[in-house]
């Protein structure tokens, strides 16, 4: 079992344990020590968001880094994908980036990528994790083999030119009114910069990080700023990026929220058309929307459903062969442009697809009915209350409410210490009730182990 990654990287609440100077310290050299194979020269691509804490982790890391014989080439805030992208192109033994994603500034957390750009496999994580502990493991390199820090200027410029060649050649977004939600995270000068290139009309959001605000009433998770503004200045579309660039969410000329699937569908039913969907298969996650898969199945697009996580839906995708996958949140993955979620390149495709048919964003994004969801989040502080009896007994009686007309999910954050209580089905009454019940269970067996047991 691993004690530091998670399901995306390790993340936690900036300075406290594992989000430390200490365990990052140890991370750079154990992260250091195991890609530093072969006798060429060693190095590190380093990026980060925009939180107050990512200097303090960014130090932390180059010290283990350099201490171990790596030289860091440092980009400063620049999106997830990007640091995925870079790492491949420099041919750097492995790409870090520092970030929590979609969470508030007291979170933090790190991204590891491995030398062909993708997210390092369980194995490598395990096996990180076994030198972080050994206190007695040898990893420090002699005074002659430091490694040095250098700052990668040109990041960005490379990164943006990447992302426009995914943007049919030929097309441009003249005229096109674009509201972008930058989440005031890694993406608010590369994300603006890029659509006015291509000849957008664009108003900004979330483009004035100072460290505290990422995220902050904004960003893919928070849309109603990014609703509020396409409405008020009459825009064509609304893009709304999160912290760290890698998921995107849409909002249409009427102000209505376009999510992950619904992207996912257009992007297929694109490629499909033009016969470059590989194997006509798109990969999903079980929180993929029944509404979504049988409308891919109507064209003849098969789904195939990982668990929540989009390393899980990248590992499937490489497996297959398959280029197109992602997940309801907005992480869409399109592995001809990019290793991982790119927020960006997603975004690119829907406006390709409205330029080309001349149509509302609300006509070309509302493919199928979604089937009514009921998501419910419990936050815990102490133990997962998942091993509760109550839970337990509440989720075999959902079940058998749900009587086959529906679906429930009951699962722990792999990021925060959250319980997501998802469920779904053609009766939206009873997925509501059966999401409020199972969710007040949940909620009281996190309130019970987080109350100390009266002294006998």
Request: net charge negative; with cysteine.
């Amino acid at each position: 079992m691993k004690r530091y990654f998670g399901t995306d990287g390790i993340r936690g609440r900036a300075n406290v344990n594992p989000m430390t100077p200490d365990v990052a310290v140890r991370l750079g050299m154990a992260a250091g020590t195991y890609f530093r194979r072969g006798e060429h020269r060693h190095s590190v691509v380093l990026g980060k968001d925009t939180r107050r804490s990512c200097y303090m982790i960014e130090s932390a890391l180059v010290a283990g880094f350099t201490a171990a014989g790596m030289n860091v080439r440092s980009l400063g805030p620049c999106p997830t994908p990007a640091v995925a992208l870079l790492t491949r192109s420099m041919r750097a033994d492995l790409g870090v980036m520092i970030t929590a994603s979609h969470n508030g500034f007291e979170d933090n957390g790190i991204k590891l990528f491995g030398p062909d750009g993708f997210k390092l496999p369980d194995d490598a994580e395990l096996s990180l994790e076994k030198l972080m502990d050994d206190r007695n493991a040898d990893m420090a390199v002699d005074a002659a083999g430091i490694g040095r820090l250098r700052h990668f200027e040109d990041a960005k410029g490379r990164y943006v030119e990447v992302v426009k060649s995914s943007f049919p050649r030929g097309l441009r977004l003249d005229g096109l009114k674009v509201v972008i939600d930058c989440a005031n995270g890694a993406a608010y000068r590369v994300a603006p910069e890029l659509l006015w290139e291509l000849g957008a009309d664009i108003t900004t959001i979330g483009v004035n990080p100072n460290g505290l605000n990422i995220n902050l009433d904004c960003g893919s998770t928070k849309p109603q700023a990014l609703i509020d503004k396409v409405k008020e200045t009459g825009a064509d579309i609304g893009i709304a990026l999160d912290g760290d660039g890698d998921r995107v969410i849409i909002v249409n000329e009427r102000g209505e929220v376009v999510d992950g699937d619904q992207i996912l569908a257009r992007i297929a039913t694109d490629k499909a058309a033009d016969g470059s969907l590989a194997s006509n298969t798109l990969v999903g996650t079980i929180m993929s929307n029944l509404g979504f898969e049988q409308y891919l199945e109507s064209k003849s697009i098969k789904l195939v459903r990982t668990p929540v996580g989009d390393r899980h839906v990248v590992a499937e995708m490489r497996a297959g062969g398959y280029n197109v996958g992602g997940e309801p949140s907005g992480h869409i993955i399109l592995t001809e442009h990019s290793m991982t979620g790119d927020g960006i390149v997603a975004a690119l495709q829907v406006l390709a697809s409205r330029v080309t048919r001349d149509r509302p964003v609300s006509e070309i994004m509302s493919l199928y009915k979604p089937a009514p969801q009921a998501q419910r989040n419990v936050r815990f502080s102490a133990a997962s209350p998942m091993g509760s009896e109550a839970v337990q007994a509440a989720i075999t009686e959902a079940t058998r409410a749900l009587n086959g007309k529906g679906r429930l999910l009951v699962r722990p954050s792999g990021t925060e210490p959250v319980i997501r209580v998802m469920t779904e089905g053609e009766d939206a009454d009873l997925i509501t009730r059966v999401a409020d019940d199972v969710a007040g269970v949940v909620e009281r067996a996190a309130a019970a182990a987080d109350t100390p047991a009266l002294a006998k």
